[in-house]
T-cell receptor
Framework: GAVVSQHPSRVICKSGTSVKIECRSL??????MFWYRQFPKQSLMLMAT?????????EQGVEKDKFLINHASLTLSTLTVTSAHPEDSSFYIC????????????FGAGSRLTVL | SQKIEQNSEALNIQEGKTATLTCNYT??????LQWYRQDPGRGPVFLLL?????KEKRKERLKVTFDTTLKQSLFHITASQPADSATYLC??????????FGTGTRLTVIP
């Protein structure tokens, strides 16, 4: 089945630094990937839709200059949290639609970001 | 605005019993509904999709129902096992080909 690989699984950084999270579709091409954020005991909140070869579409309230998304190839999307602050600490999860054509999402394992 | 409610934040059940989880939605007429499983510190994993014209869908010990009149889906796990302990999320499609997730029900199966 479809596999999405996400790296790193955990990252700790100092306030003010930038962190990059990678999301790869391993056995299929994903023209669209989705980035979610999940705070403890809350559900997944869509942050942005990453489109290969074009600009990402951000959800209302998500700062595009803070959360930079690049989808340079059909198998790789990256999320960069710029000038991270403690309130950005969260669980970030990417996903892609599987190759069956149904609107079923395959998720990465997630990245736990802790900003000190 | 669209809203999804999974009306039990947590559910404890004895091993071997049937677990029933509920997903209610409002201001919505989805063409289908999905259920995912999420383990702690992991991304969700797709379990089942049920379309609006389907009353019931089964997969091994899992059964999902979809009542578009009640605007409700029920998710059943029969002969539950401790390994079924996880958070279960229902999800509905949004207009932009994305999915909108409920807050989930944390199921604990007690041996």
């Amino acid at each position: 089945g479809a596999v999405v690989s996400q790296h790193p699984s955990r990252v700790i950084c100092k306030s003010g630094t930038s962190v990059k999270i990678e999301c790869r579709s391993l056995d299929f091409q994903a023209t669209t990937m989705f980035w979610y954020r999940q705070f403890p005991k809350q559900s997944l909140m869509l942050m942005a839709t990453s489109n290969e070869g074009s600009k990402a579409t951000y959800e209302q309230g998500v700062e595009k200059d803070k959360f930079l998304i690049n989808h340079a190839s059909l198998t790789l999307s990256t999320l960069t949290v710029t000038s991270a602050h403690p309130e950005d600490s969260s669980f970030y999860i990417c996903s892609a639609r599987d190759f069956t054509g149904a609107n079923v999402l395959t998720f990465g394992a997630g990245s736990r970001l802790t900003v000190l | 605005s669209q809203k999804i409610e999974q009306n039990s934040e947590a559910l404890n059940i004895q091993e071997g019993k049937t677990a029933t989880l509920t997903c209610n939605y409002t201001n919505y007429s989805p063409a289908y509904l999905q259920w995912y499983r999420q383990d702690p510190g992991r991304g969700p994993v797709f379990l089942l999709l049920i379309r609006e014209n389907e009353k019931e869908k089964r997969k091994e010990r899992l059964k999902v129902t979809f009542d578009t009149t009640l605007k409700q889906s029920l998710f059943h796990i029969t002969a539950s096992q401790p390994a079924d302990s996880a958070t279960y999320l229902c999800a509905l499609p949004t207009g932009a080909n994305n999915l909108f997730f409920g807050t989930g029900t944390r199921l604990t199966v007690i041996p």
